[in-house]
Structure formats: structure tokens, C-alpha cells
């Protein structure tokens, strides 16, 4: 608990900073100009549903449909240094041991062909083809990379859309699209009705492999915005959720970082509720992030929000309580044993609660349980249900390996390190 303070203040001032209307204390006159009508929102606050989308191929990877939210990062390496960027693309696009995270498609930004022909031939010459995505501002230089490139970002603003017919209909090639929204001071309804009549003529022309984003500082309400629009329209184009952190600023509160990363308090909650937000309204079918952090650090909180909202299970999810007055065991220690035996299987949820007043209940989700029940006593679980009572504290992290493996979802270390080199 004492760790995750710093992390509750930041995101309770994130709510706070957003509440430059207090409503309560307006009068119902003064609310009908400035708080906006209520209107369908586009997902279900009470369920889960993930946006429909067709699923397009991007280089070999399926995105939108049921395919999981791809992940994009870009580089950080000045472009004029050819094998600087090189290194960065295939250190991203290689999977990190262990949970197997990476960067599904690497993005550069340029207008200029021939970096992106040398970025190409330096790859070609260490015989990798990452997906290779080129995030440009011309549409001039779209069409003359459509051919050439797996995935191309067109930067528009409001009074460059591409809406002629021609202009589109060569933009149809190997790359996929990815139209891009750069907002300024449009309302989040215009940048959705520029989206949407955008989508409408991409469809018209043949256009099938198009995915929509936008760039803003706040991304939450124009995406929100957008999949309504989109819903409205019957439109179901890949949505990529796109966001820049480089703006954040990193609290100086020593005790707001995560020992051995780049990521602050700040960065973390920024991200988390811009990103996270959107895909647990079941928006969004790839992530893409750009930020000041270590490539392995944006690597790790991209998958880890992938994983918070159950989209991407890439590691063991520990589920354990904050710990107070009733545990019976010394949760750190229990948790680190167990963490230690159990964090190689992929996807499983396990839950560690220190008793069984709220224990059960806390760990609703998870797929086994180990649940403090008397002094030196623990009950195992298998989902809600109780598999062994009261069973000594000194067997019961054995044991409860043994119940996963008996339910099958048990994996040799080895096993699961070479599955996720191959993957
Ligand atoms: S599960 Fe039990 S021990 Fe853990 S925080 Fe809740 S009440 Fe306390």
C-alpha cells in the first residue's frame, strides 16, 4: 500500500484536473448551456463488449475482427543515423524473454523516399522485414510509398482530407492505410464527421484496408466520439488507438517511480487512463505509443495495460489483496514464493488473499486461489469454488502447483521460454 499512494494521489488529480466544471454547483439554467446532452454512448457501461471491426491484414498480421490489439512503437533515433534506427527497429521487433512483448509494427516519420528506401536496404542486408509503418504528412508520398511499404500513417488535418475519389483510389496497394487525425481546435463531433464521410469514401472507392486514428492530448472523448460516429454510419474499419505521451511532465516525487524504469507515476497513470479507458469501452483494435520512456519500459506498460484489460494475456496475472489487520500469512513473502514457482504460465490468474472475509470475493476472476484461513492454514481455490481445506502453510504453495497441474494449465519453465522465443 505504501507504494501505490503516490499512484492513487496522481490519479485522483488527473479526475480533479478534468473537473473545471463543478456541475453540482450550477443552476439547472446555467447547466443547460454548458454540460452537453446525454446521448448513446458507444459502448455498454455495464458490459463488456469489444467494438465489431473488420479484420484487415497489415505485413502478415491481422488487425481489427477478433485479432488481439496490435502494438506500434516508434523510433527514437534520428533518421539520418541509418544503423541507429536499424538496431532500434530489430531490438523492437524482437520478443522480450520471458512475456514475449514487442513492437508488432515499428514506425519511422518522413517525407523522404530515400530514407525510407536506406532504412529498408539496411534491414534487407541483416535479412529481417520487420513491418516497417511510415508515418507521413503528403499524400504524395503515400502513393509513391503504396507499393513499397506494409503500412503507411497519413497525417491529416482538417482542410487536407483526401476526399476526391482519384486521390484515394491511389492509396489502394500493399500498404494498409492508417488515416490519421491530427486535431487542433475542432470539436471532437467535427473530427467525427470528417472520419466518418473519410471512411464512407474509402469504401466507395475499394479502399478495404483503412484503419482511422487521431492525435490529440486528451484522446478519450474524440475516439469515443469517432466510434459512435462510426457505429451510426455502419462503419467497421480498424480503429488504431494512438497516443503521445511525450508531453507529460514526470513528477519529482522520488517515491512516485518504479525502481529500475524510466516510467513515473505521471507517465504511468497518463497512459493507463488514456489508453485504458478507451479499450475498456472496447474501443480500439492496435495501440500505438509514443513516449520519452526506454523501449523496454514502453514495451512493458503497453502489455501490461494490454493485460489489465484482458486483451492480451502475456504473463501470470497475481491478483493479491493490499494486506491489513486479518491476514494471516505475510503476503510479500507468500506472493514472492508463489510469483517465483508460478510466473512462467502464461495467462493464468492467480489469487493470494490474506483471508476469508474478503478474499473470495476480491479474487472473483482469478483461476486458482490461495486464501489465509486460520493461523498456519490455508484453503486453496479453483475459481469461486474450495478445493482443500485448511491445509498446512508450509505445504501449500506445493500444493497448490500440484492442483495446477492436475487441472492442466501446469507448464515446465523451459517449456514455456522456448514457446515464446518461437512465437
Ligand atoms: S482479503 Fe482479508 S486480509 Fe486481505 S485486505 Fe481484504 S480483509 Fe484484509
Keep these: 500500500p505504501v507504494n501505490e499512494v503516490y499512484f492513487g494521489f496522481e490519479l485522483v488529480k488527473k479526475y480533479n484536473d478534468k473537473l473545471w466544471v463543478h456541475a453540482d454547483t450550477l443552476s439547472d439554467f446555467a447547466k443547460s448551456f454548458i454540460l452537453p446532452k446525454a446521448e448513446e454512448p458507444p459502448f455498454t457501461p455495464f458490459e463488456f463488449n469489444r467494438r465489431p471491426s473488420q479484420k484487415i491484414v497489415v505485413g502478415n498480421l491481422d488487425v481489427g475482427g477478433d485479432a488481439v490489439p496490435r502494438?506500434?512503437?516508434?523510433?527514437?533515433?534520428?533518421?539520418?543515423?541509418?544503423?541507429?534506427?536499424?538496431?532500434e527497429i530489430i531490438f523492437s521487433a524482437k520478443p522480450f524473454l520471458r512475456d514475449g512483448a514487442k513492437s508488432e509494427f515499428t514506425s519511422i516519420t518522413t517525407d523522404c523516399i530515400d530514407d525510407v528506401k536506406a532504412i529498408q536496404a539496411a534491414?534487407?542486408?541483416k535479412f529481417v522485414a520487420p513491418i516497417l509503418s511510415v508515418s507521413v504528412s503528403q499524400m504524395l508520398t503515400a502513393k509513391a510509398l503504396v507499393n513499397s511499404v506494409d503500412k503507411i500513417r497519413l497525417n491529416i488535418k482538417r482542410g487536407d482530407v483526401p476526399f476526391e475519389k482519384e486521390g484515394l483510389q491511389h492509396l489502394v496497394g500493399r500498404a494498409a492505410i492508417e488515416f490519421s487525425f491530427v486535431k487542433t481546435d475542432e470539436t471532437d463531433t467535427a473530427i467525427a464527421e470528417i472520419l466518418t464521410r473519410l471512411a464512407?469514401?474509402?469504401?466507395a472507392v475499394g479502399l478495404e484496408r483503412a484503419m482511422f486514428s487521431i492525435q490529440a492530448k486528451d484522446i478519450i472523448y474524440p475516439y469515443r466520439r469517432l466510434a459512435q460516429a462510426f457505429k451510426k454510419a455502419q462503419i467497421t474499419f480498424p480503429i488504431v488507438l494512438r497516443y503521445d505521451a511525450r508531453h507529460v511532465q514526470p513528477t519529482n516525487n522520488p517515491h512516485a517511480k518504479i525502481p529500475d524504469s524510466t516510467i513515473d507515476a505521471s507517465?504511468?497513470?497518463?497512459?493507463?487512463?488514456?489508453l485504458g479507458t478507451l479499450l475498456c469501452d472496447g474501443i480500439g483494435d492496435a495501440v500505438a505509443l509514443c513516449s520519452n520512456l526506454l523501449r523496454g519500459d514502453e514495451l512493458n506498460?503497453?502489455?501490461?495495460?494490454?493485460?489489465?484489460?484482458r486483451y492480451r494475456m502475456t504473463?501470470?496475472?497475481?491478483?493479491?489483496c493490499?494486506?491489513?489487520?486479518?491476514?494471516?500469512?505475510?503476503l510479500e513473502e507468500v506472493t514472492a514464493k508463489i510469483k517465483a514457482r508460478t510466473a512462467h504460465l502464461k495467462g493464468l490468474k492467480i489469487g493470494i488473499m490474506g483471508c476469508i472475509v474478503n478474499g473470495p470475493g476480491e479474487m472473483a476472476d482469478a483461476d486458482f486461489g490461495y486464501v489465509g484461513t486460520g493461523v498456519g492454514e490455508i484453503s486453496l481455490y479453483v475459481g469461486k469454488e474450495v478445493v482443500e481445506r485448511h491445509i498446512p502453510e508450509a505445504e501449500a504453495v506445493d500444493r497448490l502447483v500440484e492442483l495446477i497441474k492436475r487441472h492442466g494449465k501446469w507448464q515446465e519453465p523451459e517449456a514455456s521460454l522456448a514457446e515464446e522465443t518461437q512465437s
Design 322 to 330: 493490499p494486506s491489513c489487520g486479518r491476514t494471516l500469512f505475510d
Design 71 to 87: 502494438v506500434e512503437l516508434e523510433v527514437k533515433a534520428s533518421l539520418s543515423n541509418v544503423e541507429k534506427v536499424r538496431d
Design 301 to 309: 506498460l503497453v502489455y501490461n495495460i494490454l493485460q489489465a484489460t
Design 267 to 274: 507517465t504511468l497513470c497518463t497512459v493507463a487512463v488514456q
Design 123 to 125: 534491414l534487407n542486408e
Design 315 to 320: 504473463k501470470t496475472e497475481f491478483i493479491s
Design 200 to 203: 464512407e469514401k474509402c469504401r
